[in-house]
């Protein structure tokens, strides 16, 4: 069992990733460059993705509250989201379709245990038991975050959430259940997303729940908090839940860069660094997308972003680097956290506005489709110093 704590990297990080970025001469490459082991997936999220936040014994999640306070672009909600909580079934055929080798999850915590602890909710049970036992069925690896942003609204009202030490054994709870559950047929794990930005978002400025900040760091009026003390207080204790859970289960930690938006040649730096520095760690890549304009199916600039970046894995990967995965995200379009639905990530579109929420592939989802399948490899075509993306 690998068990991870996800993380955007320190600023100074990005900073080393950012030098010396030379154009790369590429010419041809595919999915058999690739280690055999080497995964390529897709993600999502719970509240992103699921919808159904009151069915079923969900009980409500910080972002419910957030959401219903009317504090997104056009007062959007993840109420019904992508629908994924009727839907995985189709959804997962689609990813056995496209070829996916391993798909990136969380568990709603809420859905999972409704009062944050205690009785586990048979009917959240059932749904994850689902989600797996297709995945597996189609021969595609589960890989499961336990926090991925929402927390149970039960434990925020009780003591604080992150702010308390008393999450950590209630998260060590939580992850106990999940290994126990589902451990038998997932190997892959991360503890808690990106728990700098996390802390940083939800406690410093403000902008995600439970918006707590204070002047002069919010953006706008916090009801509550200190945004000089809360940050670190959060993030202490995120670090404790963390290595409360990893000591539980004897699991070697492992530094997870996830979310770059960095020059793609950057990626391959910053690999090398962390290979330098920290005894090259096992890496799994598990966010990496591009904010593409809605609606639009034809979605070039997802496939050029897209290649550039899995060029630059490989690279790292001739480099001696130990990486093991990489995730678009998204597996298609969902509820994102900072624009609602304003913002397309996905391989697949998602329409919003109907609701069956029916799904369409992208070319995006076509390319990356035949990569995947090695049709004909990737060539590349040099234009004006810049690389483009032609799929022959």
């Not at 909580?85 to 999972?112: N, Q």
């Not at 989600?131 to 336990?146: A, C, D, F, K, V």
């Amino acid at each position: 069992m690998r068990l991870l704590l996800s993380s955007s990297l320190p600023l100074l990080l990005l900073a080393l990733a950012s030098l010396g970025l030379t154009q790369e001469a590429a010419i041809k490459y595919s999915r058999d460059d690739f280690p055999s082991d080497f995964v390529f997936g897709a993600g999502t999220s719970a509240y992103q993705y699921e919808g159904a936040v009151a069915e079923d014994g969900r009980s409500p999640s910080t972002w419910d509250t957030f959401t219903h306070a009317g504090n997104m672009p056009n007062k959007s909600t993840g109420d019904v989201a992508s629908d994924g909580y009727h839907k995985y079934k189709e959804d997962v055929k689609l990813m056995s379709e496209l070829g996916l080798e391993a798909y990136r999850f969380s568990i709603s915590w809420s859905r999972l245990l409704p009062n944050g602890r205690g009785a586990v909710n048979p009917k959240g049970l059932e749904y994850y038991n689902g989600l797996i036992n297709e995945l597996i069925e189609r021969g595609i690896q589960p890989h499961i975050t336990l926090h991925h942003v929402e927390l149970p609204q039960v434990l925020e009202d009780e003591y604080g959430g992150w702010l308390s030490p008393k999450i950590i054994e209630d998260m060590k709870e939580y992850a106990d259940v999940c290994f126990r559950e589902f451990g038998d047929r997932v190997s892959h794990w991360t503890t808690i997303n990106e728990p700098n930005i996390l802390t940083l978002l939800s406690y410093e400025f403000g902008l995600t729940p439970p918006r707590r900040c204070s002047f002069p760091f919010r953006p706008f009026n916090c009801s509550a908090g200190n945004s000089s003390v809360e940050p670190y207080i959060a993030m202490h204790n995120v670090l404790l839940a963390h290595a409360a859970v990893v000591r539980l289960y004897r699991t070697k930690y492992q530094i997870l860069p996830t979310g770059i938006n960095i020059y793609p040649p950057g990626l391959r730096n910053l690999l090398r660094y962390l290979k330098q520095e920290y005894g090259n760690p096992p890496i799994y890549i598990y966010e990496n997308g591009y904010e593409g304009v809605k609606h639009i199916l034809n979605d070039t600039d997802r496939i050029d972003y897209l290649d550039r970046y899995i060029r630059s894995t490989l690279d790292a990967i001739r480099d001696g680097s130990n990486v093991r995965g990489y995730f678009v995200w998204s597996f298609l379009d969902v509820f994102e956290l900072a624009t609602g639905y304003e913002s397309s990530y996905g391989l697949y579109y998602v329409d919003f506005s109907n609701v069956e929420r029916k799904r369409q592939p992208k070319l995006s989802a076509r390319w990356y489709s035949n990569f995947l399948a090695n049709k004909n490899g990737i060539r590349l075509k040099q234009r004006s110093g810049i690389q483009r993306v032609y799929n022959q």
